[in-house]
Protein backbone atom coordinates (compact mmCIF):
# COMPACT_ATOMS: atom_id res chain seq x y z
CA UNK A 1 0.00 0.00 0.00
CA UNK A 2 1.22 3.47 -1.09
CA UNK A 3 -0.03 6.22 0.16
CA UNK A 4 0.54 9.77 -2.14
CA UNK A 5 -0.31 13.14 -0.49
CA UNK A 6 0.13 16.60 -1.48
CA UNK A 7 0.56 19.85 -0.12
CA UNK A 8 0.71 23.64 -0.17
CA UNK A 9 -1.99 24.52 -2.48
CA UNK A 10 -4.32 27.63 -2.22
CA UNK A 11 -5.12 30.82 -3.68
CA UNK A 12 -2.52 33.30 -5.14
CA UNK A 13 -2.68 36.36 -6.96
CA UNK A 14 -0.96 36.36 -10.18
CA UNK A 15 2.58 36.90 -10.86
CA UNK A 16 2.99 35.59 -7.41
CA UNK A 17 4.42 32.21 -6.14
CA UNK A 18 3.36 28.68 -4.69
CA UNK A 19 5.35 25.71 -3.62
CA UNK A 20 3.61 22.24 -3.72
CA UNK A 21 4.79 19.13 -2.02
CA UNK A 22 4.31 15.49 -2.61
CA UNK A 23 5.36 12.61 -0.19
CA UNK A 24 4.86 9.19 -0.88
CA UNK A 25 4.96 6.62 2.14
CA UNK A 26 4.05 2.88 3.26
CA UNK A 27 5.60 -0.15 1.50
CA UNK A 28 8.16 1.53 -1.33
CA UNK A 29 10.89 -0.15 -2.60
CA UNK A 30 12.18 1.89 -5.34
CA UNK A 31 10.26 5.39 -7.20
CA UNK A 32 11.54 5.68 -10.92
CA UNK A 33 9.72 8.96 -12.46
CA UNK A 34 7.70 11.67 -10.22
CA UNK A 35 5.23 14.37 -11.77
CA UNK A 36 3.03 16.50 -11.31
CA UNK A 37 -0.66 16.72 -13.55
CA UNK A 38 -3.30 19.14 -13.28
CA UNK A 39 -7.14 19.70 -14.46
CA UNK A 40 -8.74 22.84 -14.90
CA UNK A 41 -12.87 22.39 -14.95
CA UNK A 42 -14.10 21.53 -17.98
CA UNK A 43 -10.96 20.10 -19.30
CA UNK A 44 -8.79 17.05 -19.53
CA UNK A 45 -5.49 16.54 -17.14
CA UNK A 46 -2.68 17.56 -18.40
CA UNK A 47 1.04 16.47 -17.90
CA UNK A 48 2.48 19.59 -15.89
CA UNK A 49 5.94 18.82 -15.07
CA UNK A 50 7.77 15.15 -14.66
CA UNK A 51 11.24 14.34 -13.26
CA UNK A 52 12.95 10.90 -14.06
CA UNK A 53 15.06 9.26 -11.16
CA UNK A 54 18.08 10.13 -12.97
CA UNK A 55 16.67 13.81 -12.79
CA UNK A 56 15.87 14.38 -16.19
CA UNK A 57 13.02 16.72 -16.64
CA UNK A 58 10.63 17.66 -18.87
CA UNK A 59 7.97 20.70 -18.84
CA UNK A 60 4.63 21.66 -20.52
CA UNK A 61 5.29 24.25 -22.87
CA UNK A 62 2.62 26.70 -20.82
CA UNK A 63 5.00 26.43 -17.54
CA UNK A 64 8.24 26.44 -19.04
CA UNK A 65 10.51 28.79 -17.31
CA UNK A 66 8.04 29.55 -14.57
CA UNK A 67 7.74 25.99 -12.79
CA UNK A 68 10.84 24.06 -11.45
CA UNK A 69 9.90 20.55 -10.74
CA UNK A 70 12.50 18.41 -8.14
CA UNK A 71 12.86 15.54 -5.94
CA UNK A 72 14.45 14.42 -2.87
CA UNK A 73 14.56 10.29 -3.26
CA UNK A 74 15.52 10.00 0.68
CA UNK A 75 12.56 11.28 1.38
CA UNK A 76 10.05 9.98 -1.09
CA UNK A 77 9.03 13.63 -2.01
CA UNK A 78 8.56 15.42 -5.46
CA UNK A 79 7.98 19.73 -5.10
CA UNK A 80 6.82 21.96 -7.69
CA UNK A 81 7.62 25.84 -7.52
CA UNK A 82 5.66 27.53 -9.35
CA UNK A 83 6.38 31.44 -10.32
CA UNK A 84 5.12 33.73 -12.09
CA UNK A 85 1.40 32.35 -11.48
CA UNK A 86 -1.14 33.14 -14.36
CA UNK A 87 -5.01 32.84 -13.88
CA UNK A 88 -4.50 30.11 -16.41
CA UNK A 89 -2.55 27.43 -14.02
CA UNK A 90 -5.78 27.59 -11.62
CA UNK A 91 -6.49 23.66 -11.36
CA UNK A 92 -6.46 21.11 -8.86
CA UNK A 93 -2.72 20.03 -9.11
CA UNK A 94 -2.38 15.91 -8.60
CA UNK A 95 1.53 14.24 -8.27
CA UNK A 96 1.71 10.66 -9.59
CA UNK A 97 4.70 8.34 -8.61
CA UNK A 98 5.54 5.63 -11.29
CA UNK A 99 6.74 2.97 -8.00
CA UNK A 100 7.55 -0.36 -6.84
CA UNK A 101 6.71 -1.88 -3.32
CA UNK A 102 7.48 -4.81 -1.62
CA UNK A 103 4.24 -6.76 -3.32
CA UNK A 104 3.51 -5.02 -5.96
CA UNK A 105 5.57 -4.68 -9.59
CA UNK A 106 5.61 -1.13 -10.76
CA UNK A 107 2.36 1.15 -11.60
CA UNK A 108 1.60 4.44 -10.87
CA UNK A 109 0.20 6.51 -7.58
CA UNK A 110 -1.73 9.55 -7.19
CA UNK A 111 -2.54 12.01 -4.73
CA UNK A 112 -5.99 13.42 -3.91
CA UNK A 113 -5.27 16.96 -5.64
CA UNK A 114 -4.45 20.08 -4.22
CA UNK A 115 -6.69 23.22 -5.29
CA UNK A 116 -4.28 26.50 -6.98
CA UNK A 117 -6.52 29.79 -7.90
CA UNK A 118 -4.80 32.27 -9.35
CA UNK A 119 -6.65 35.39 -9.26
CA UNK A 120 -6.12 37.84 -11.82
Known amino acids: QVQVVESGGGLVQAGGSLRLSCVAS????????MGWYRQAPGKQRELVAQITSGGSTNYADSVKGRFTISRDNAKNTVYLQMNSLKPEDTAVYYCNYNARTIFVGWRDYWGQGTQVTVSS
Open 26 to 33: GSVVSINA
